[in-house]
Each structure stands twice: as C-alpha cells, then as structure tokens.
Nanobody, 117 residues
C-alpha cells in the first residue's frame, strides 16, 4: 500500500521554526483533502492542520497563528511551516489524507520534532 513520506523534522529550541514536507502519491494526494497530524508519547494521534484541494485551510486551536499548512498539487507535496515552536509541540508528525483521521489508512513513519525549552 502507498504511504506518505514525511521529512524535515529535527531538534529546535523553543521559539524556533521548522518546515515539514510530505510527499504523497497521486492516489493519496490528488483528490483528497490533506492533513498533518501529530502523536506525542503516550497520547493519541491528533490532527493539527488540514488543507482542501482548493487551498482552504483549518487549524487546531493549539497551533492556530503559529503553523501554516500548504500544498503544491503539481509536486503532490504538502508542507507544514511551524513557527514559535513550544516544548508541547514535541511529537512525531505525520501527513495523510484528511479522512484518515476517521478511517483506517496506511501511515508513513512520520518525522520527529523535538522542541527544547
């Protein structure tokens, strides 16, 4: 099964920025609303941002104003620009079709984001 491939994570100090990228095949990307999700240790995976095919975006309250989701349809790639990072943003970040928040989907390995305080 096709899985997204996330990249761009790393270790950053609080207040810093990171830009995550997600390469997804056409079967995942082209007709779907895309989402970025995160899972902290001991917690469930939650959606942090989503973007519709036409570019309309939504954000979880805890990242609103700090994170920006975007997509390049020609490259079948989604991005998550993360600014003003906080220690509580530490998690493994995943991307996938938005409906994977509710439906069973194959997931990639994610990319680790660690924010030091």
């Amino acid at each position: 099964q096709v899985q997204p491939v996330e990249s761009g994570g790393g270790l950053v100090q609080a207040g810093g920025s990171l830009r995550l990228s997600c390469a997804a095949s056409g079967s995942i990307f082209s007709i779907n609303d895309m989402g970025w999700f995160r899972q902290a240790p001991g917690e469930q995976r939650v959606m942090v941002a989503a973007i519709r095919g036409e570019g309309i975006t939504t954000y979880a309250d805890f990242v609103k104003g700090r994170f920006t989701i975007s997509r390049d349809n020609a490259k079948e790639t989604s991005y998550l620009q993360m600014n003003s990072l906080k220690s509580e943003d530490t998690a493994v970040y995943y991307c996938n079709a938005r409906h994977c928040a509710l439906l069973s989907c194959p997931w990639g390995q994610g990319t680790q984001v660690t924010v030091s305080s």
